[in-house]
């Protein structure tokens, strides 16, 4: 293969203000005098970075390409989803956007923004999950959650609210909505939960909504799923359920443990009778029947610090 190519795919619609023209300043600033070739793009509508991706990769497939999202959770799925099965393509994140979950995942995220360092490290394997034809680099959630996750672009452009303070935000007005779905959920082909329920998270990653640890036991290259599901509570008690479920202490705590099922497994499916909510790294869908399974190893991405 020939010398590496760097992509960078801005959004400048991530976050709560465009940030476009101060990452593309100091990604020229990176590669100054260093010869190397790179590329840098816009997005200008949502699936924008995935369609560019994939043309990329047809483009350069005898060529060693780096993807960088520069944006949040979304965009770096976007970017994913159009590199999976191009094995020429690695991939990383500048993280910009409201949540900025994924980089939680590693040791000092921090170290994202250091995009000097980020275009030479080297890549690591990481899974992904598969939700019907979608790819989910961080996780999915299903029901109340993935309502609290669209509700939250009320709130993620107000002054001074972060993105874990606009998911917080979201959760309370959500309370005055239908917060359950009745569901069957069969994990890895053989064990067969039903019943109403308040939110199921299939989690490849750490944390979602700005830091809530759902799946505090999830590791991104582990070859699991980490399954969390909330059975039906009143409002009162889910206001107190916040607290210990965003701290990733559910598991261990023994007033209020058993309205949690936590499972570590490869497959899961979800059905209904009725439409729920369905949230992927972000993005929502309606769906009746959805099948969750682990890619181990699917894509290699780089960072500059350690899983």
């Known amino acids: 293969m020939s010398k590496t190519k760097h992509y960078f795919i801005i959004n400048p619609k991530a976050g709560k203000s465009d940030v476009s023209r101060e990452v593309a300043y100091e990604i020229e600033k990176a590669f100054r005098g260093s ?15 995935e369609e560019y991706t994939k043309f990329i990769c047809n483009k350069e497939k005898n060529e060693n ?22 094995d020429n393509a690695s991939v990383s994140v500048i993280p910009h956007g409201t949540g900025n979950d994924f980089v939680n995942n590693f040791e000092e995220s921090i170290g994202f923004y250091d995009i000097k360092k980020q275009i030479s490290f080297e890549p690591k394997s990481i899974d992904l999950i598969k939700i019907n034809d979608t790819y989910a680099v961080n996780l999915c959630n299903i029901g109340f959650d993935a309502m609290v996750a669209e509700n939250m672009n009320k709130f993620k452009k ?26 069957e959920i069969i994990i890895d082909n ?7 329920f308040l939110l199921c998270v299939a989690a490849n990653g750490l944390t979602y909504g ?13 070859g699991f799923i980490d ?29 209020l443990k058993d309205y ?3 499972k570590r497994c490869k497959t899961i499916n979800i059905k209904s009778n009725d439409k729920f909510s369905t949230c992927i ?15 181990e190893n699917a894509v290699e991405f780089l960072s500059p610090t350690k899983l």
Do not use: W
């Open 65 to 86: 390409i780096r993807f960088y999202a520069c944006g949040g959770d979304g965009t770096l799925n976007e970017v994913i989803n159009g590199l999976v099965g191009f």
């Open 190 to 196: 053989r064990e067969i939960i039903k019943g109403e």
């Open 260 to 262: 949690f099922i936590y």
């Open 227 to 255: 399954l969390c599901i909330i059975k039906k509570v009143s409002r009162l008690k889910l206001i107190k359920l916040i607290g210990v479920y965003k701290a990733g202490e559910h598991l261990n705590n023994e007033e």
């Open 281 to 295: 790294d972000g993005e929502i869908f309606e769906e009746t029947n959805i099948n969750i399974s682990v890619v």
């Open 210 to 222: 700005g830091g809530y640890k759902g799946a505090p036991l999830a590791e991104i290259n582990d």
């Open 35 to 49: 010869g190397d070739e790179y590329s840098i793009y816009i997005t200008k509508e949502r699936n924008d970075a």
């Open 158 to 183: 107000l002054p001074l609210i972060n993105g874990q303070g606009a998911y917080t935000l979201s959760i309370f007005y959500s309370l005055f909505h239908k917060m359950t779905s009745n569901l």
